[in-house]
């Protein structure tokens, strides 16, 4: 049972750093407010991640300070709350000097400006909302929205959405998370004002997860519409103590609810219309149990913690993380100074980061990284990232022939070191693959991006065997080429013909033999005849040595070959794209099919010149693919696969 708003281990807490500007009424979150005074600017940032995950402070530190909640905008901005009023903003990785807005506050103890989100139409409408602590007597906290003009809100633009109930003397339990949900509607975090009653009744808005419309009037399709009155009726859910944050899942809409606990128990919670999370009669898991409450997914003790904050959910549009992120949600703790990860699959939690000053709030970024948000060290934002994988080794099968219809392949390095590499094409050892007609003699040249002859190799022992030996890619059969270059940052070429101009199924390749350099593999293209079946353009990549997602761009070409000359181009390319197990990822006909997919490709400079072509946008995860470019409806030419690595 909860019975009390501040623990022992609270107070000691504020004791020791000598803080104790208010009386034992100082209650937690934020932490108290006091804890991240007394904590900031007295350690510096050292945060500890996983291995493999690196961080790097994201705008400038947020003086004044004491920030309470973030959010990004859909065009990417990171807008700040600040406790005293300001909402800052963060755009390129730069803080702006001006504030979007400047609100009039109550900023006692846990008052303040205490949350922000965005209208689903923000790209048309410009309209944002925020939850502030107004002044007065007695004081009560509103949601209000402003209307973007650039960078700040347009003068005269606020129009309140919401006021809620007023509040007691007591400054804490004020909620503030505010965020629109999967069917359009506001949803708004309010605490219960240290009155665990309040949290029980449907007199009041305290204590409860309410839903709006975003013009402040309430839906008649809430859960106690037809019980509660008046204003009231914009209860979804009660028995909540403050849940200072909440997430809705991207995709699946689901709902987790952070609860601030009192002496035991920090909890996540469904969030559920018309649910009862049970406070104050429960704190955490009800003992007995009680069939009138729902129990928390998760519940977690006051050892080295004291409050919930931040929550996200791991779904971004661009993958970055490492694959066992997808679907996880994240968490963190005011006191603890730390964050975890939930598997929701199974409700259990890991350790994700430790060492930080005073985490209040936790968001995924559309670039696919996690934020966190600090009052520590002056108030500041710090970005997680898992760095991308690169491509290790780039391949391309296709059919080998004379003239126009040899097999070309292009890779680019990219960095500014030089890149050892070795480049192969194999022919006869494709039949154990049970590849038909393969290239029975296959001849390589190497040629730089003006064309400039570098080396050539017909059977790879008749030059450079022991270096060739030692990389552990020595071809199986003798009369297949490779050799061993060490390339400065730049384009290069690739061209397998046929001994004597024979013909049939070759394949080219080119590995990173130095995985150190200050320099990758950036893309990899290939040009050749595509006909049906094994006889189709397939190009193969292997992306490694980081843990995180690399963004590659796919593209098949065939209409615009023409303007350089080239006979016979397919027509109308068809692109699919693999994993090693062979199971399809994406595929594509015209690239401009899919609008979303259309736009990132276009904003990346790599949009194909002919709307018959195809491409394909999106992150992979370290491993093996494919891309496979055949002709629409059986169709025949000339056709181009390339592969791009996007940094």
Known sequence: MKNGSLSDKAVTRLDRCHCLMFSRHVWRLIGCIALGFCLGGLSLHAATLLPGFTETQYGSTLDPGSPTAMAFSPDGRLFVCLQGGQLRVIKNGTLL????????????????????????????????????????????????????????????????????????????????????????????????????????????????????????????????????????????????????????????????????????????????????????????????????????????????????????????????????????????????????VMDPSHNTASDFATGLVTPVDLQVGPDGSLYYLIRGNGGQVWKVSAPPSQPLDISTRSHVASGNSVMIGGFIITGNAPKRVIVRALGPSLQQFNVPNPLADPVLELHGSNGAFINSNNDWRDAQETEIRSSGLAPQNNLESALIATLQPGAYTAIVIGQGGSSGVGLVEVYDLDLTAASKLGNISTRSFVQADDNRLIGGFILGTNIGAAKVIVRALGPSLTQFGIGNALADPTLELRDSNGAQLFANDNWQDDPNQAAQITASGLAPANPLESAISTSLFPGAYTAIVAGKNGGTGIGLVEIYNIP
């Open 97 to 340: 000097a001006t504030p979007f807005v400047t609100l009039t506050v109550d900023s006692f103890n846990e008052r303040g400006l205490l949350g922000i989100t965005f209208d689903p139409n923000f790209a048309s409408n410009q309209f944002l909302y925020v939850y502030y602590t107004v002044p007065g007597t007695p004081a009560h906290n509103r949601v209000s929205r402003f209307t973007a003009s650039g960078d700040v809100a347009a003068a005269g633009s606020e129009v309140i959405i919401l006021d809620l109930d007023n509040l007691s003397s007591f400054g804490n339990h004020n909620g503030g998370a505010i965020h629109f949900g999967p069917d359009g509607k506001l949803y708004v975090g309010v605490g219960e004002n240290n009155n665990g009653a309040n949290a029980q009744t449907l007199t009041n808005r305290l204590g409860k997860l309410l839903r709006i419309n975003a013009d402040g009037s309430l839906p008649a399709d809430n859960p106690f519409f037809n019980t509660a009155i008046g204003a009231n009726r914009a209860i979804w859910a009660l028995g909540l103590r403050n849940p200072y944050t909440f997430a809705f899942q991207s995709g699946t809409g689901r709902m987790f609810i952070n609860d601030v606990g009192a002496n035991t128990w920090e909890e996540i919670n469904d969030g559920i219309a018309g649910s009862n999370y049970g406070w104050s009669i429960c704190e955490g898991a009800c003992s007995p149990p009680n069939a009138n409450f729902r129990d928390p997914l998760f519940q977690y003790g006051h050892t080295a913690a004291c409050a919930i904050v931040g929550g996200a959910f791991y779904n971004p549009p661009i993958n970055q993380f490492p694959a066992g992120y997808l679907d996880k949600y994240f968490f963190a703790d005011l006191c603890g100074n730390w964050i975890r």
